[in-house]
């Protein structure tokens, strides 16, 4: 089997972050049930794309998580850090997570704007911006 670097390395980004969620979920105490409930859901979709071969499907996993962690990502991305931005930045091919976040964080507006985001998914915005 002959591995890149880049998807070594995005493997190993996706299962530290499972690893984190997984820890967050089962150490700490969610502060509600909808915490509890998103934390394990990410950890689901992460070990569910870890398990697969993201080589050449990366931009339609990341549209696809982008899809089903919206709340998630639109609350993290307000705070510019989290497991759901780690891992859509390892989709997306980022080198660094804590600085796609925090790049989604200044452009928090132009991402979710009521007219963007009812017409495109995340994902697409996030690329014609970049």
Not at 63 to 82: C, I, K, N, P, S
Not at 98 to 110: L, R, V
């Amino acid at each position: 089997m002959n591995m890149s670097s880049s998807t070594i390395k995005r493997g190993v980004a996706l299962c530290s972050v499972m690893a984190i969620g997984l820890s967050v979920a089962t150490i700490s105490s969610a502060r509600d049930r909808d915490d509890l409930i998103t934390t394990a859901s990410t950890a689901g979709t992460t070990a569910y794309i870890v398990g697969k071969n993201i080589d050449d499907n990366d931009f339609a996993q990341a549209q696809d998580f982008a899809d089903t962690q919206q709340v998630a990502l639109r609350r993290e991305a307000a705070t510019g850090e989290g497991e759901n931005i780690d891992s859509l930045a390892a989709l997306l091919g980022e080198e660094n997570p804590q600085a796609f976040g925090q790049w989604m964080q200044s452009h928090y507006a132009e991402l979710y704007s009521n007219e963007a985001s009812a017409k495109t998914n995340l994902a697409d915005r996030i690329v014609a911006m970049r």
